[in-house]
Each structure stands twice: as C-alpha cells, then as structure tokens.
C-alpha cells in the first residue's frame, strides 16, 4: 500500500460556502467558520497545507452572546509604548467595528504559523443579508 499525500489546492478548486449569523451564538458559529477555513471538513485534511474553502458569513452584528459577555468581554491589544495597553469591550467593539468581534474569534481558532493569513484572507464577512460573490455560487450551511 502506498499513503497518498493531498497537494495544495488552487483558488478554483475551492468551494464556497454561506453561513447566516443572525441568532447564531458567537463562539459556536466561530468554530464552523474555523472548520471550513481550515479543511478539517473534508477527508483530504492535513495538518500542514491550507486546503480549506471560502466562508461567506451575512449578518455578522446580529449573533448572540451568553451571559454577561457585552459588557465584561474585553479585547486587549498594545501600542508598544510604555503604559500602552489599550482595552474595549464587546460591546463598545460591536458598535465601531461590527466585523471584528467574529474576525477576532475566528481567528483565535486558526493555527498560529504562517498558514493563518492565507485562512483569514478566504473568510468574508457582510453586515447585511446580501453579499457580492453571487457569481461564485455559494452553498448555503444551516
């Protein structure tokens, strides 16, 4: 028996698929969405190439958190300056930059090596019902 390695896809031979995030909770649907960018969905996964396919998410302000996460979920990021620690809630996120809470949870869940780029640039995210990659047909997830 020989082992069959998979090579590196390219851009056409990528699927794309759409996920709607309205109602959704944030850190489950972040695990579907890390899924499908990584590959892990189609039995031709390997650790150490990026086979994953394009993720389309609508409605991307409108997914639901438990508890008391809006006000006491903080995202910490550093200036490189001295006292420079900069901190803003999940709510206060949600209401400058929509797009960044599920971006941030996302790509928590990618691997941290030089493949992570390559999964995020394939993920799409919309503030609406609508998108503009209709021409790539894309399948619709529940």
Request: proline share 4%; charged share 30%; with cysteine.
């Amino acid at each position: 028996m020989k082992t069959i390695t998979p090579t590196q896809l390219k851009g056409d031979q990528r699927n794309w698929y759409i996920i709607d995030a309205k109602g959704e909770t944030l850190g489950r649907l972040a695990t579907k969405i890390a899924v499908i960018l990584k590959g892990k969905n189609k039995a031709s996964y390997v650790p150490h190439l990026d086979n994953g396919d394009y993720v389309i998410v609508t409605n991307c302000d409108k997914f639901n958190v438990t508890g008391k996460k809006l006000s006491d979920k903080m995202y910490y990021r550093h200036t490189g300056y001295l006292g420079g620690l900069k901190e803003i809630s999940l709510w206060d996120l949600l209401d400058k930059k929509p797009l960044k809470a599920l971006e941030f949870a996302v790509s928590g869940m990618l691997p941290k090596n030089k493949l992570r780029k390559g999964m995020l640039s394939r993920l799409k995210l919309f503030t609406w019902d609508e998108h503009t990659f209709v021409a790539q047909k894309p399948e619709l997830i529940k």
